[in-house]
């Protein structure tokens, strides 16, 4: 019962949604603008860096703060400690009152590592910020992220039941990302870089857009 209970804590702590308070504070529902996502990339979109920013480090903070509650109160159960503070991930993933429809869980899935383990954290971070500067796309950092600390964690701890758990975490958020790869494939997903050059970023995207529909138009005309 204490851990349902405190699974049950933690998903509800995960269900608050910067993004969406946010974009409600602005006067719309972040979930149907850009990205249509209520996470950090899309604030940043819509709303701005500063915003954006915010809006992660708080949901990196939420699941960091999981992982230590939990840690505490069930510091002799490393599965259990696992699986509640998953549930916070979860709870920003499918929040109840937004009809589950919520972020896509990356910057949360940071806060999870920096609380199992700092070191692990800054190591993966600057990792993902060359990554991110040679191959310009988030999304594949966080899909090589939600692959790669599982592993890490299974290994370095023994816990690999903790570590399945957490590599099913990752295969929910890595689906979450799927159009984002789509996009890539069709030359229309925003890239890193767009952040600093953001209207050249958005004609590019405008114009690949076009392009996509001339194909589907002439592949209706041959039809």
Excluded at 150 to 161: C, S
Excluded at 195 to 219: C, F, S, T, Y
Aim: with cysteine; charged share 15%; glycine share 12%.
């Amino acid at each position: 019962m204490k851990v349902v209970l405190l699974a049950l804590i933690c998903y509800l702590i995960g269900c608050i949604n910067p993004a969406y308070i946010i974009g409600k504070i602005k006067g719309f529902d972040i979930r149907s603008k850009g990205s249509m996502n209520a996470g950090a990339s899309n604030v940043v979109i819509n709303v701005g860096k500063r915003a954006g920013v915010a809006t992660a480090l708080f949901d990196i903070f939420k699941a960091f703060f999981c992982v230590k509650m939990s840690g505490v109160l069930l510091g002799d159960m490393p599965t259990a400690v696992v699986f509640c503070s998953v549930c916070c991930v979860l709870g920003h993933i499918f929040p109840f009152y937004l009809k589950f429809k919520g972020g896509k869980g990356f910057a949360s899935l940071g806060g999870l590592v920096l609380g199992f383990n700092f070191k692990v954290f800054f190591l993966m971070l600057a990792c993902a910020i060359l990554l991110v500067l040679a191959i310009d796309y988030l999304c594949i950092i966080t899909t090589l992220t939600c692959v790669s600390f599982p592993v890490i964690y299974g290994t370095t701890t023994g816990d690999y039941i903790g570590g399945l758990i957490l590599l099913g975490l990752g295969l929910i958020i890595i689906s979450k990302h799927i159009p984002n790869f789509k996009r890539i494939k069709l030359g229309t997903e925003a890239r890193f870089s767009g952040m600093w050059h953001r209207d050249e970023e958005e004609e590019r995207i405008r114009q690949n857009l076009a392009k996509q529909g001339e194909k589907e138009l002439n592949i209706y005309k041959n039809e």
